[in-house]
């Protein structure tokens, strides 16, 4: 056993400095920076916490919490489920597979900054869907998101939708054709119904695939930022803005480095604080036995 | 041997691309050659441009902005001065004072100015007074309203605005401007003086300034200020205030300054003009010959031909008040004139400010243009963001 | 309760076809059981009857119903896959009960099932592991009762106890063949035990590279093989061949074993090959021949005797417990009304 | 029969408007992109998104590729586009082997430790790249790697590490642990499990990887901005100063070929990736 | 060539301790048999030979070396896993021949292992294929195969026959055990099939829960079983277990099977169970007992006849063709000096 773990950790050794340097390293200095009183460059000196202080009492970064928190939830529901079905379609032996697939997946590879400005226009009610709706005869069709401050996060969440769920579809596509075609004979054998095998039978197999497209999406999520400044800046007011649009303009036009630190550094603790119940408990559940 | 010179800046459009280009041409005329480093977005050529002298691979010289960041830059003793080049060319001499109280820090030259901007501006699609029967354009802010609300009668979209923050911030900054008056102008940005926030003034700006909100059409919020701008083309909305690159529009759909569309700095003679100035700085170097190129730059940026040249395709004015304007249009004679006159001009908001409270003002702002809180609170938040 | 109607299956892998121009009809309520050697389509044949591969050619009725192109769910089947085919996110008892849940039988009778199910095959204490947490012929086992606990009309079983040990395989065994008796139900049983074969089958059908060599009840087969190749498959030890010739006469036989036939099964001059099973060879110190002994294996309740008669290998069953060693000589007789006769070239049997 | 055919028929009426819905929600941005791209300028300021350009013009394209100027030079987007290329092929290879290997080693050797260093690693995915940068830029400088070719491949090595071992990690955490067995037993060391048992069992993940990463570091502008310094700028550069501007105007028709132009060589990729989601990997391993 | 030295191995998964303390001297060249009902910690014992599963406690000694600790690919090993765990990915010839290319042996001698292991295993055919396009006794045999060509020390076969017809088996039981004579090496082998275990084992050792219950030699373990167990475990059908109590002699028997034992092997009173293998009871006309028959199950090599004597059920092996009938009432006898009498209490045998 201890050969086995050498070899191993010498296959990880590159890992290990990317982590250690890459990662811990930033953090500490980020954690460093979130105490003193930088501005454009990192300062030495030590303020407390006062960025953090600054931070709770700020309306604009509580509110960005808050869109985070909905648009997380609805984000990753809607791209898990619409990356779901469409791939068990596309898995379902049919015609133009290739061109389907990259129709999904298209918006993945443009940039948001011009796909952003095209939702804009879409959901924008004077040019866009609204417009075009009452022009060919839907008079009461109103579709105004995008200009309500109630409502704005949610064209950020159909947007953001639209580019993840393609490539949530590819995951899925790859862990369905993984699943031994034994299983499937069976399940057809004991006469499930194909829409209960894939949800008894297919997503619990895919266990490993959801955990792994639940987390790119989560990462996404806590650092969507260019969707929502392609669509709506943030706005109107700041009725769309994330957390990470807020650090982005404190690292950049605002030049307070501190107050943007103090921001990730709080980003990472309420990340930590979700996901360390979840770790322990799987560790718990490890350490009573089984693979499983 | 020519003047090797690296230059970041975020000239990246069509028009800024051709003013970028005469800088280039002159440069080179002058026996310099010029390397490009176009990035979009001033936030991210400035961040860039920051990075890049932390890891110890500054340009030759950088577009900047004369704001409070400029100032942490030159504390932080990463520029090198041009003293050589002001005194030489005397700068002094020229320049009008906001640009040089701007450029100047402890004495020393740090920047290079290229162009001056408004970002106030007021224009006025004439198609769009014809339709609603306005005869003339208005010359005070309660004119402003009265036609606002003509427009409106006509069905028409009075105020055509871009709702991003920093459209908001840009009709704050002439609200402010044109209808509180310079002092409190001043006592607001410059001093930041928590009385003035709270007085009954700035609460009937704050007010007209909500009021201008109640012009714009439901589709405003997140639009782009030239989108805006387009409305005013298409005679579909009477006035736009955004700054003096929306010439550039104009000028695309074949629209004449003075025919087809008005533009005013503000209301009357004597009104404030709000100045913004793009600068070039100068990273420390050590290298002879950059800083040969540095110098070189400076001085070809800031000679008379190279201005009106830069400026005629930029849509700014000129930095220097010795130009001749004449070849240049309507709008930027009237900014050229404007400008001769010293008691008329102010600093836009960065100058004053910090760009964290600069910031912080426009998130306060935005939050008030689009939302309805009371304007008490709004007076408190504001207090609160220039605090810091 | 239905029987299985197949005529003229046929099924293709690529260029490979597996199952050629098959014919099978499996009476209702019987128990059928495939043999055959590995790769020749058993497996294959089940899962086309469960339509689980699509066929190249030919119909499947069951039931009466032509299901030749039903779903599996519709054709009232109940399989053991030969590689189990468990869930493996589902606890044993899932992996028994999901079937009947999704058909919506009640929960009472569910547990009542999943109980008897693994009552019968010792999984109770096993019903809340994972198949990871399973040793293989625990496996095995779901798999069965994952069959059983649907109740259907056919069941299909490829070679379910094959990872179970004898003294439970045993068990099971005669619980199989209780069930079937009960319930009634078809039973199409693929298995290598010979003894499973014997002791299940109503009828047995042997196969070979896709193509059915015989069918007939377990003693039919095994005492009567059809041909060469079923004679030689069935039986361990297995069957001893020796070539002969037929003399002028017509029943008398040259070779290695000189003996006489019964007359008009042969023709003069033929050549067959006689089919001995090594049980009806008897040690007896007035047998006709002798032979000397090369090997012998004690076999617990039996032991098998290797020896060669010229050239020619012979295995022979001794049930006592008589000491023989390698290299004695033996004398043996054998009783003729039990040979089968084969014809050489076509290695079809001579009635 | 019939009855199996008949309701089989109307499933697959099912899926196909199932997938043809979706396709047209998807592909609506597309067709405004498109039409806007052919349209004047003149036409797209009557705001009309949805209507057919009166006369479709390549123009835009055509300057989009080799004419728009962004900033002193006006050669388009083409610029950057080797230098994308330069920057991408490493910066995809890299990772994904990397990620595979890691993915490996956590899953299937389980160093001891490994768990850990995998859950900080994942907690550092959480991190806005953007706060990294200034750090990196600094730690790169010090190497005396800042500004090059290697310093982008590093960093962009250094943000991919997190999704990349992610990915392969649960994906071979899925795959029968018998085979590993099996392998040990034959004698195979770390390495040739890896490359002749491993990796040819992870042709749709390695595609997985591979579109994520192509399309990551393809479409990347920040990193590469602020890391590859001015001579190797990828074409996402030249891109976003072509659509990206605060005060100047905005050229939509361009904008829209511009974008459409950069995303060609992901595109791509899509296209032809399909093959190699091949079905049943792992099948006929295990009992 | 090595032996495999197993002492006080524990292995635990989780809470469940499957293998118990357990130490087990392997000898070299040896040809070691384990046999054990299904999920007794058989398949585990190999893999912890292999050094597939790190052990709770204890060590492993292979060839005089410790290996507790070593790597599987250190320990000379070749393995066929219950499972197959065939490479998926490469066909049959690259699965067989992935071993010896990674040590390094040479192209020619890697193609003449394949080929003589495909050619032994019936596979050369079926080179080119990959493992999902096989049948279930193909890929087991690749999996033999694939351990064959190691040419290791040692040899663990996990249930290596399993998935293949009788004739099929019975063929490669000969080569294996020819394979064994003549390269030496030790085997370690699992399987159910007590033809298996008879004829190919040097030794057996019978497990039961993680616990060995006896090692010996195929005939100690039939004919003198150390305990119930391992009595009940072996034969089939099955040893037949009769009650009876010691009478206050001291040598007879009270019971269904009143009969007189030599003395000295049990105390008066005692309660003790007979063993009694089906083969040992002959029907004759003059035997001592008679009972009734229940079922007659044809084998045909021989016949189970299923007997009654009072409550107790009792099986008989016949080897003749006599026909008989359920219902018939038959004398039988019982040679005493086969018997195996157990404690009832500790169910260990009486010597
Ligand atoms: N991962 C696991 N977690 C818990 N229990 C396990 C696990 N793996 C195996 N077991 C249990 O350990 C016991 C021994 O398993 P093993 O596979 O060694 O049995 P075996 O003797 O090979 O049986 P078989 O003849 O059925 O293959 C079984 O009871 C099994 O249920
Ligand atoms: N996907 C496939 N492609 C090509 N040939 C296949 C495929 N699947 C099975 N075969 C071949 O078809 C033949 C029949 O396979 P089948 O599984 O029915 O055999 P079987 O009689 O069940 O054998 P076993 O007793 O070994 O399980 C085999 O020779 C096998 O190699
Ligand atoms: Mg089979
Ligand atoms: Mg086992």
């Known amino acids: 056993m201890r050969r086995r773990s050498l070899a191993a950790w010498g296959a990880l050794l590159p890992l290990a400095v990317i982590v250690l340097v890459g990662y811990v390293g930033t953090v500490l200095w980020t954690l460093r920076t979130s105490v003193s009183s930088s501005r454009t460059f990192p300062k030495d000196d030590f303020v407390g916490l006062q960025q953090f202080e600054r931070l709770l009492d700020n309306d604009r970064w509580q509110h960005a919490i808050h869109n985070l928190a909905v648009y997380g939830v609805l984000y990753i529901v809607a791209a898990m489920l619409i990356g779901f079905l469409l791939a068990v379609f596309i898995d379902q032996k049919v015609r133009g597979e290739g061109a389907l697939r990259t129709a999904f997946l298209y918006p993945y590879a443009m940039s948001f900054v011009a796909t952003g400005l095209v939702w804009q226009w879409v959901l924008n009610p004077d040019s866009g869907l609204q417009n075009a709706m009452q022009q060919l005869g839907w008079k009461d069709f109103t579709f105004d998101w995008i200009v309500d401050q109630d409502m704005v996060i949610y064209t950020v969440v159909i947007a953001g939708t639209w580019q993840g769920a393609g490539l949530v579809m590819a995951l899925m596509l790859a862990a369905l054709r993984g699943i031994d075609e034994e299983i499937w004979k069976a399940a057809r054998l004991d006469g499930i119904p194909t829409w209960r095998v894939y949800l008894s039978v297919v997503l619990p197999m895919m266990a490993p695939t959801l955990a792994t497209v639940f987390t790119l999406l989560a990462t996404g999520v806590v650092k969507v930022f260019d969707t929502v400044v392609a669509m709506t800046q943030g706005g109107p007011g700041t009725a769309s803005d994330v957390p990470a649009k807020f650090i982005m303009d404190h690292l950049f036009g605002r030049a307070n480095l501190a107050l943007a630190s103090a921001g990730a550094v709080v980003l990472l603790i309420t990340v930590l604080a979700l996901i360390a119940p979840l770790a322990y408990a799987r560790s718990r559940q490890k350490a009573k036995g089984g693979h499983a | 041997q020519p003047l090797k010179a690296e230059v970041i800046h975020w000239w990246t459009s069509g028009g800024e691309s051709a003013a970028a280009k005469t800088l280039a041409e002159a440069y080179k005329a002058q026996g310099g050659v010029w390397v490009d480093t176009a990035i979009a977005l001033g936030e991210q050529a400035r961040s860039v441009a920051i990075n890049r002298i932390a890891g110890g691979n500054p340009p030759t010289a950088a577009q900047f902005n004369t704001t409070q960041q400029f100032r942490d830059i030159v504390d932080q003793g990463l520029l090198n001065n041009v003293d050589e080049v002001a005194k030489r060319d005397g700068w002094d001499k020229f320049l009008p004072e906001t640009v040089l109280s701007a450029i100047r820090v402890n004495g020393h030259y740090y920047a290079a100015p290229v162009s001056i901007h408004n970002m106030s501006w007021f224009w006025f699609s004439k198609a769009a007074f014809k339709k609603a029967g306005i005869a003339e354009e208005p010359k005070s802010f309660d004119e402003l309203f009265a036609a606002l609300d003509k427009l409106k009668a006509a069905g028409l979209v009075p105020l055509a605005h871009g709702g991003q923050p920093w459209q908001d911030g840009i009709v704050f900054t002439a609200t402010l401007a044109h209808y509180g008056g310079r002092d409190l102008y001043l006592k607001i940005f410059r001093d930041r003086d928590p009385k003035a926030i709270m007085s009954e003034d700035f609460k009937k700006v704050l007010l007209a300034f909500k009021k201008l909100q109640g012009y714009t059409d439901k589709g405003s919020p997140g639009r782009n200020w030239n989108d805006a701008t387009a409305m005013l083309i298409s005679g579909r909305a009477g006035v736009q205030i955004m700054g003096d690159w929306a010439k550039g529009e104009f000028a695309q759909a074949r629209q004449e300054a003075g025919k087809d569309y008005g533009c005013a700095p503000g209301f009357g003679p004597r009104a404030p003009y709000i100045v913004q100035g793009d600068v070039m700085v100068f990273p420390k170097t050590s290298k002879p010959d950059q800083v040969k190129a540095q110098q070189l730059l400076a001085s070809v940026i800031t000679q008379p031909a190279t201005q009106v040249a830069f400026s005629m395709k930029k849509g700014s004015i000129p930095i220097r008040t010795d130009v001749d304007a004449s070849q240049m249009d309507l709008c930027a004679q009237i900014g050229v004139a404007a400008m001769k006159d010293k008691s008329r001009q102010l600093g836009n908001g960065e100058i004053y400010m910090t760009p964290d409270q600069n910031g912080a003002l426009q998130d306060v702002l935005t939050s008030y243009w689009n939302r309805n809180i009371p304007v008490e609170k709004v007076q408190k938040d504001i207090v609160n963001a220039l605090k810091s | ?351 | 029969m019939s009855k199996r055919k008949a309701s089989s028929q109307w499933a697959r009426v099912g899926v196909y408007a199932f997938l043809l819905f979706a396709a047209v929600f998807f592909l609506l941005p597309l067709y405004v992109m498109l039409t806007t791209s052919f349209k004047s300028m003149e036409e797209i300021r009557l705001g009309q998104i949805f209507a057919l350009p009166s006369s479709a013009s390549l123009d835009a394209w055509r300057a989009a590729w080799s004419e728009a100027c962004t900033g002193v030079s006006c050669e388009g987007i083409r610029g950057g586009f080797w230098n994308s290329v330069a920057i991408t092929v490493p910066s995809v290879i890299l990772p994904i082997l990397l990620g595979a290997i890691n993915g490996y080693a956590l899953s299937w050797w389980k160093p001891r430790g490994g768990e850990w260093l995998f859950g900080i690693l994942m907690l550092g995915a959480f991190i806005p790249i953007q706060v990294m940068i200034y750090p990196l830029v600094k730690l790169e400088a010090a190497v005396g790697i800042y500004s090059s070719l290697p310093g982008i491949v590093v960093v962009h090595l250094v943000f991919a590490m997190p999704i990349m071992t992610l990915l392969f990690r649960n994906y071979y955490a899925g795959l029968p642990a018998e085979l590993f067995k099996a392998a040990r037993v034959d004698g195979g060391g770390f390495w040739r499990i890896f490359v002749q048992l491993v990796l040819p069992m992870s042709t749709p993940m390695l595609i997985v990887a591979a579109i994520m990463q192509i399309t990551g570091v393809w479409n990347d502008y920040i990193l590469g901005l602020t890391f590859a310094g001015r001579e190797n700028q990828p074409m996402t550069v030249q891109l976003n100063n072509v659509i990206n501007t605060t005060t100047g105007e905005r050229l939509y028709n361009l904008n829209m070929a511009a974008t459409i132009l950069t995303s060609a060589v992901p595109l791509l990729v899509y296209l032809i990736s399909g093959r190699w989601f091949v079905r049943g990997i792992a099948a006929g391993a295990v009992k």
């Open chain 3, 1 to 351: 309760m239905s029987g299985v109607n197949i005529q003229g299956l046929s099924i293709r892998f690529g260029h490979n076809e597996v199952i050629k121009n098959l014919d099978l009809q499996v009476h209702e309520g019987e128990f059928l059981v495939l043999l055959g050697p590995s790769g020749c389509g058993k497996s294959t044949l089940l899962h086309s009857i469960a339509g689980l591969i699509d066929v190249s050619g030919g119909s499947i009725h069951i039931g009466g119903q032509d299901m030749t192109d039903a779903e599996p769910s519709e054709r009232g089947i109940g399989m053991v896959f030969q590689s189990y085919a468990l869930y493996p996110t589902m606890t044993v008892e899932r992996n028994m009960s999901f079937g009947p849940r999704v058909a919506g039988v009640p929960k009472a009778e569910i547990a009542r099932r999943v109980n008897r199910a693994a009552e019968m095959l010792q999984l109770t204490p096993l019903l809340n592991r994972k198949p990871a947490q399973l040793s293989g012929g625990q496996r095995q086992r779901v798999a069965i009762g994952r069959a059983l606990v649907r109740e259907a009309g056919v069941f299909l079983f490829d070679e379910p106890l094959s990872n179970l040990d004898a003294k439970l395989r045993a068990e099971l065994r005669r619980e199989l063949k209780l069930l079937h008796q009960t319930l009634g139900n078809t039973m199409v049983y693929v298995t290598h035990d010979q003894v499973e074969a014997m002791t299940l089958a109503s009828r047995i059908v042997v196969m070979k590279g896709g193509v059915i060599q015989q069918i007939g009840t377990p003693s039919d087969v095994y005492e009567q093989p059809a041909n060469l190749f079923v004679a030689g498959f069935l039986g361990s030890p297995a069957i001893n061949l020796v070539p002969a010739k037929v003399g002028a006469d017509g029943v008398s036989l040259e070779g290695v074993l000189p003996l006489r036939l019964a007359a008009g099964r042969v023709k003069p001059g033929q050549h067959v090959v006689l089919g001995v099973r090594p049980e009806h060879v008897r040690l007896q110190a007035d047998g006709r021949w002798r032979a000397t002994v090369q090997l012998v294996e004690p076999m617990g309740n039996h032991q098998v005797i290797w020896m060669t008669l010229g050239e020619q290998g012979f295995s022979v069953l001794v049930h006592d417990g008589r000491r023989i060693a390698a290299g004695d000589v033996l004398a043996f007789d054998i009783d003729e009304s039990l040979l089968s006769v084969f014809d050489a070239a076509s290695e079809q049997r001579l009635s």
